[in-house]
């Protein structure tokens, strides 16, 4: 109790200075400014009852959440699905997938104090709560578990570097983590890292982006890109995050054919300029995808400034470069790469994907670089070759196909909550 009442003082005197952040990050993304409201749980929308919640707080929790609430939608045709977020993106990218379904709505969770969560509780009156991920709010699991609201922490990973940070706080974790009323692990050492931290009950349902399927759309818009690209060798450098331009632009320059090109894609859309000037000093030619403009042949350069569109980005490329691997940011998803058949090259860092990561370079889908350096010369290396190419494409296919069915099994898990509540 004592440690509760702790964190909650704690987030009243951050209060000021999580707001002064949220106003720094709407200079550059003044969608941070919409809805506010939501964040301390007022909502105007109301969603029709029985409301099945999903949290997913940014972009990749929300893909990663597709497969799951595309199978809740079916299963419970009278129940509503509500989506709530923490970022602008991961609120567009929920647009971006349902924005046609009217059974899924979207809001912002609110922070994590009492009034608010009660709000948002009051308000939407959820039967059950899912988790994407490791996203473990105390006051707001405390909340549920007082309204009989069960709440299932799904695809659930947790670094060692996560597990450390969580475990400076022993007691409150463990009231955080017995809040829940279930946990699908991603990994049997997940699994371990959140029973070591004091969660029971843990299973391990595997990595729910693996059964993400390649959208048919996106496939044919990665052909209309390759066909704006024409024969030249097209290098991908992937979500990548900010630092790793500088590098990987360099690189390519240093080592790339002169007929290859870089279709760069940023992780955040609030850096497509940043990234574009970084370009253009280089004296690299640079085009922007969103120019929708046939690529001319002396563009080496080219900036996929648009969102939800990274599956046609891989299906457009013959080697992709992994971003947030090259910096010690943990990687970003690999698994699309792999569905469509292209292969990879990822940097060191990749403790967000640990095992996926292994899993991928020991069936032959991927390679593991030191430096961006090296990196670049294995991609090079694979735009010259490709049997190589092939082989590493076909691997990927198989690897991605092997591991699917963590939907079911979350389902599973789901329904047994449904049957207590």
Not at 270 to 299: H, N
Not at 333 to 357: D, K, M, S, Y
């Amino acid at each position: 109790m004592l440690a509760r009442l702790s964190y909650a003082l704690l987030w009243l005197c951050a209060l000021p200075f999580v707001l002064l952040r949220l106003a720094w990050r709407a200079r550059r993304q003044p969608a941070y400014l919409r809805h506010l409201g939501e964040r301390f749980g007022h909502y105007a929308v109301r969603a029709p009852l029985p409301v099945i919640w999903v949290h997913a707080v940014s972009v990749g929790e929300t893909r990663a959440a597709e497969p799951l609430v595309r199978a809740l939608l079916a299963h419970w045709p009278d129940h509503t699905v509500l989506l709530t977020h923490m970022t602008p993106t991961g609120r567009e990218t929920s647009e971006n997938l349902f924005g046609r379904e009217p059974r899924v709505l979207r809001g912002y969770l609110p922070y994590d104090l009492g009034s608010a969560c009660r709000s948002f509780l009051s308000h939407f009156r959820p039967r059950v709560g899912i988790v994407m991920e490791t996203e473990l709010w105390p006051t707001l699991l405390a909340s549920c578990s007082a309204r009989g609201v069960p709440v299932l922490l799904a695809n659930a990973r947790l670094s060692e570097r996560s597990a450390r940070r969580y475990a400076r706080w022993p007691a409150l974790t463990r009231m955080t983590v017995g809040a829940l009323a279930g946990i699908g692990a991603q990994t049997e050492a997940d699994a371990r890292r959140l029973g070591d931290l004091g969660a029971s009950g843990v299973a391990v349902t595997g990595n729910i982006k693996f059964d993400i399927s390649p959208p048919d759309a996106l496939i044919a818009l990665g052909a209309s890109f390759r066909q704006r690209v024409g024969g030249r060798p097209v290098l991908l450098a992937a979500s990548t995050r900010e630092g790793e331009e500088t590098l990987i632009l360099e690189a390519f320059r240093a080592q790339a054919p002169d007929d290859a090109m870089l279709a760069l894609v940023p992780r955040h859309p609030q850096r497509f300029d940043e990234v574009a000037r970084l370009v253009e000093a280089g004296g690299l030619k640079l085009q922007r995808r969103s120019d929708e403009a046939p690529v001319e042949a002396e563009t080496r350069v080219w900036l996929g400034d648009s969102m939800g569109e990274m599956f046609a980005y891989y299906a457009a490329a013959d080697v992709a470069l992994i971003g947030g691997s090259w910096l010690p940011f943990g990687g970003q998803n690999l698994i699309e790469a792999c569905a469509v058949g292209t292969p990879v090259v990822l940097g060191p860092h990749t403790f967000n994907f640990a095992q996926v990561a292994e899993l991928a370079i020991a069936a032959g889908a991927a390679q593991r670089a030191a430096d961006v350096d090296e990196g670049m010369k294995s991609a090079v290396a694979l735009l010259g070759d490709k049997q190589a190419r092939i082989a590493a494409g076909e691997a990927g296919r198989s690897f991605a196909a092997a591991h699917r069915g963590a939907t079911a099994r979350t389902m599973a898990i789901v329904e047994r909550l449904f049957a207590g509540s």
